[in-house]
Structure formats: structure tokens, C-alpha cells
């Protein structure tokens, strides 16, 4: 089998192992859809000022919560499964096979950015047929399939770097969600932060990568302005965490 | 030991390995051979080496020196090509736990040029009657069954396989036994580690005990360090009061059981029977001793190796 043909082949193991993980199934598709029922239903009913424009705050959340959805399948998904995979010794046992690393990490780049289409699909149509959010089309859904496309990766790899720091299986979702959380609200994923948030918070916000991703998603749903340099950003992030993999990832459990 | 020169029919080749863990000196001078269709135990304590240079092997770490090769390449350069070609049981290993055994190895027989099919791995692992079961379902013993078919997905020349039944229950040892059994005679090259002697006994064509990063004595389990030249002690006991033929030099042990060790073990025992017979004497628990591989195990490995005791050997015939 040639590299292609042979991530498909890896990649549809992957799927049918997610699938069948009750926990990684239930958390990445209940939860994204959860919370946006539970904020809208909270806070959905005023307004908030972003980039100068006033955004109905349901149209905000699907908006948001897309970008969530994504974040989540692809970072902790990714780096929690890697985490357990390594202490269970699967991760050596792949290393003794023929298998090429690129081939093993890329099938669960693939299948995370297939399933984080799917939960755009998915929150898409549910905020769309319960509060009427707006879809992107024309240039705006091709701008962000291309914010999906590299923020999806460059989650992906973000998972697979923090797997450096994770001990053992027991500290990664710990670990995870410590790294995640504060970004997710520092970042207005949760609550809008609009235009008149304190200096710190707007600064963690310009230089972690949640914002920006967050951003370009939500341009095409809000009508904000959609900013190549939040896909660069992004981007950066992600070759940024593909370098850390490369020099510090072990297949071995650490001790 | 003499060093091994290199041979065509050598699968497995080792000179002069090291490999040190900052100040821990875990293999140090390691010399090995394994010859096509052996089937090789490397007998040792925890923290002996045994792990790190089968590790080397595989291709899983770097050595500090000396040379190795595998099927006659280097596993520090030729990694790749080595793993399209052998089979690792490790120590503790996982799988994915949401597949079923047959999706299991249809994946990991996808990785190999030319993997062998996977019914025959599932029949020839006996785990035919699990095909379709989730690997979550699985027993211990299964398990295992399952990390050999992995390992033989491959259809590969050697197969490694690090201490296969540690912390497994006698039925699930004996069925892992059985498994390698069946690859022995499929003709397959097996290097295994373990630090159980009955292990090594039922399984090995040959044996090298390895002890602080050393091989210290290497042969088959029958004459492993002498064993079957060792002098042989001869135990048995009497009614009180009874003493035998002072010229065979018997002398009471400590329970009450004559022993003495002969040097020539045939004219003894008939001197010995001969004197019973004329009293019509019967020698209680007569037995003859010579001294166990677990015997020659612990004093090769034993931190001061004394020189061989026979003193208390345990029994050899089965009574």
C-alpha cells in the first residue's frame, strides 16, 4: 500500500475504535450541542458588540460553539486517547511495526478533521433550525472550510505536543483541560468578550491560538471580517506543536 | 566464553553489546547466537539486561557499542526494513480495545509486504472461537494469545518474545506454552526472556543466563553450567539404629536422611542395594540428585557465585 492508501486503511481502525469508545463518542458530540443549548438558553437573548457590529448572541453561540466542537474532537480528543494509547503500550507496539510514524499520526489528523466536519454539520443544522443562525456560502464558507481545515490540524498537533508533558493517562484529561478551559474563556468561546474587555485578557487572547481560530469561524456565520492573519496565526501554532512532537513525542510510557 | 564468529545460519548475532542508562550499567559485554529455527531463552533476574538488549534488537533502542544484526541487518540503521520481517511480544503491551480480534489483526497484518492470512494466525493462536469478540472481552491468557498473532501478522522470520507469561496463572502459562510450541514448529527463529526456569526447561533449545548485564553461562537446560556432569548426591533413609557400609562414606543430615555423593554413581548404588538386599533392608525414599536448572540459575546469579553446591539439590526423578 502506498502512504494514502495505507492512512485510509489506519484511519477506518481509528474510526471504528471511536465509535465504540462510549466516552469519546458521548463527550465530543453531546457536549458541544449541551452547551449550546444550556448558553443560549442562559444568555442567548441580548446582543453583543463585536468589531463594531451588534450580534444577536444565539447567532453568536452556534457560531461559537461550532469552533468549540472542533477544538475539543481534535486537541482533546487527540491528546487524552494518545495519553491512554501510550500507557496501554499500543503506541510501542505500533513503533515495533513497519507502520511509518507519519502514516499513524496522519490517519488521526484525517479522522479528527472528518469527524470535526461532521460536528459542524451537525451544530450548523441545529443552530440553524432552533435559532435560525445563518450558514456561510460563496467566498465566506470557502474561508472558513480553509479556517477549519488548518485550525482542525493545528489542534490536531497541539494534541499530539501536549502529550510531552503528560505524565500518564490519569493526569491527561487534568492536564488537557487546564491548558483548554482558560483559553476557551479568555477567548470568548463561552461568553463574548466584545469590545471592551480588560488589556490582559484581550492579550492572552491575541497570542494563543483559540481566539484567532474562534474568529475565523464565527466570520462567516456573524458576517464579522474574516482575517487571514487568524488563519496564520493558527497555522503558526500548529507547526509550532508539530516541531515539539517531532523532538520530544515517546511512544513509551513516561516513568 | 569463547567468541561467536558469524555464520550464514546465525538469524541472531551479537559481539561485545553495552548499553548503559546514565550510571546504570544495564548490559555490559553482551555476546549472543541464535541459529535459524531455535528456539532461545535468555534466563535472568529482573533488572539483568534481559529487557534492554532484546529491546536493542527490535530496533527499540540505540546501543552504546558493539555490534549487532538481525537476520543479517543492523537494527540501530535498518529498523524499518528488520520490522517488516520480525514478530515483538513485548512486556506489557495494549491494543485497541474497541476492535475484535479478527479486525485486530486484519489492521496490523495491513502494515506488513507479505503478512501470513489472518484465519490461519487466529487458528494457529487457537483464539478461532473469539474471532468476532472485542479485545475488551478477552481473557489474560487470550490476550496474550492475541499479542502472538499480532506478532505473527507478519508472517516473520524471528520472533521476540519479552518474559510471555509473567504474572499469568498456570492454565494461561500453559496455553502460551503452547503457542510457542506451535511456532517452534513452524520453523520460526524465537529469542524469549523470562526468569522462569520451568519456562525456559519446556520451551528453550538453548539457554544463556544473563546476570548483571553479562551472559554467564549459555548450553541447553539438560547440561546448562554442568549440570549433567555435576556429581549426583544419592539420600535415603533407615530404620533407627541401622548403619550401612562405612566405605560409601554415608552420613547423617540433619533430618535424619543418609546422603553421600559417590564417584561413580553405578557401583555405589549396587554396593548400596546389595548390602539392603542381604538384610533384607528397604532403602525408604532412596533418590537420586543432580542439581536443578533453578540451582544452577540461583548460584550463577546469586551476587557472590559460590561455587556449585550440591548439598541440597532438589529432586530431579519423579517420584
Redesign the interface.
Known amino acids: 500500500m502506498n502512504a494514502a492508501a495505507l492512512t485510509f486503511f489506519q484511519m477506518r481502525f481509528v474510526n471504528k475504535a471511536f465509535w465504540r469508545n462510549p466516552a469519546s463518542a458521548f463527550f465530543t458530540f453531546a457536549f458541544p450541542l449541551m452547551f449550546l443549548v444550556i448558553f443560549t438558553a442562559l444568555l442567548g437573548k441580548g446582543e453583543v458588540q463585536l468589531g463594531g457590529r451588534l450580534i444577536h448572541q444565539s447567532a453568536y453561540y452556534v457560531a461559537s460553539m461550532t469552533a468549540f466542537a472542533v477544538m475539543t474532537a481534535c486537541y482533546n480528543n487527540i491528546a487524552i486517547g494518545l495519553a491512554f494509547q501510550r500507557d496501554a503500550g499500543v503506541l510501542k507496539r505500533t513503533r515495533g511495526t513497519p507502520l511509518p510514524s507519519a502514516v499513524f499520526f496522519g490517519a488521526k489528523v484525517v479522522h479528527a478533521l472528518l469527524v470535526a466536519l461532521l460536528l459542524v454539520v451537525i451544530t450548523v443544522t441545529f443552530g440553524h433550525v432552533l435559532y435560525s443562525a445563518e450558514v456561510p456560502t460563496g467566498i465566506s464558507l470557502l474561508q472558513f472550510l480553509v479556517m477549519l481545515v488548518v485550525g482542525a490540524a493545528s489542534f490536531c498537533a497541539l494534541g499530539f505536543a501536549i502529550t510531552t508533558v503528560i505524565p500518564n493517562s490519569d493526569a491527561a484529561a487534568p492536564i488537557v483541560n487546564a491548558t483548554i478551559l482558560p483559553l476557551l474563556f479568555l477567548s470568548g468561546v463561552f461568553i463574548p468578550i466584545g469590545d471592551n474587555a480588560p488589556a490582559w485578557i484581550t492579550w492572552v487572547a491575541r497570542i494563543f491560538p483559540v481566539k484567532h481560530f474562534a474568529d475565523g469561524i464565527q466570520a462567516g456565520f456573524l458576517g464579522t471580517v474574516f482575517h487571514w492573519s487568524d488563519v496564520l496565526v493558527v497555522g503558526l501554532w500548529g507547526l509550532g506543536a508539530l516541531l515539539v512532537t517531532l523532538r520530544f513525542f515517546s511512544w513509551e510510557p513516561r516513568h | 566464553m569463547a567468541r561467536p564468529t558469524y555464520d550464514e545460519s546465525a538469524i541472531i548475532e551479537v559481539r561485545g553489546l553495552t548499553k548503559s542508562y546514565g550510571h546504570v550499567r544495564a548490559v555490559r559485554g553482551v555476546d549472543l547466537q541464535v541459529a535459524r529455527g531455535e528456539v532461545f531463552a535468555m534466563l535472568g533476574p529482573n533488572g539483568a539486561g534481559k529487557t534492554s538488549t532484546v529491546e536493542i534488537l527490535?530496533?527499540?533502542r540505540h546501543r552504546d557499542a558493539g555490534e549487532v544484526r538481525v537476520l543479517g541487518l543492523d537494527p540501530g540503521k535498518q529498523a524499518?526494513l528488520l520490522?517488516?520481517q520480525i514478530g515483538?511480544v513485548?512486556q506489557?503491551?495494549?491494543?485497541?480495545?474497541?476492535?475484535t480480534v479478527a479486525?485486530t489483526l486484519v489492521?496490523?497484518s495491513?502494515?506488513?509486504?507479505h503478512p501470513r492470512p489472518v484465519d490461519e494466525v487466529i487458528e494457529l493462536v487457537g483464539l478461532a472461537a473469539k474471532r468476532n469478540v472485542?479485545v475488551v472481552k478477552l481473557s489474560g491468557g487470550q490476550q496474550r494469545r492475541l499479542d502472538v498473532a499480532?506478532a505473527l501478522a507478519?508472517d516473520p522470520e524471528v520472533l521476540f518474545l519479552d518474559e510471555p507469561t509473567t504474572g499469568f496463572d498456570p492454565s494461561a502459562r500453559h496455553e502460551a506454552w503452547d503457542v510457542v510450541k506451535n511456532l517452534a514448529a513452524l520453523g520460526k527463529t524465537v529469542l524469549l526472556t523470562t526468569h522462569y526456569m520451568d519456562e525456559a526447561q519446556n520451551l528453550a533449545d538453548r539457554v544463556a543466563v544473563i546476570s548483571e548485564g553479562l551472559i554467564v553461562a549459555e548450553g541447553t537446560p539438560a547440561t546448562l553450567a554442568g549440570r549433567d556432569s555435576a556429581r549426583a548426591t544419592v539420600t535415603f533413609t533407615l530404620p533407627e539404629g541401622v548403619m550401612p557400609p562405612a566405605d560409601l562414606g554415608a552420613r547423617r543430615s540433619a533430618g535424619g536422611v543418609m546422603e553421600f555423593a559417590p564417584e561413580d554413581l553405578t557401583v555405589a548404588l549396587h554396593r548400596l542395594t546389595g548390602w539392603a538386599l542381604e538384610r533384607s533392608l528397604s532403602l525408604d525414599s532412596l533418590r537420586v540428585l543432580r542439581p536443578s536448572l533453578e540451582d544452577v540459575y540461583l548460584q550463577l546469579t546469586s551476587p557472590t557465585r559460590p561455587a556449585l553446591q550440591v548439598d541440597d539439590p532438589s529432586d530431579l526423578s519423579e517420584d
Open positions: 527490535e530496533g527499540y524499518r520490522k517488516q515483538i513485548l506489557s503491551t495494549g491494543v485497541e480495545q474497541y476492535l479486525e489492521m496490523y495491513g502494515y506488513y509486504p472485542r499480532i507478519g
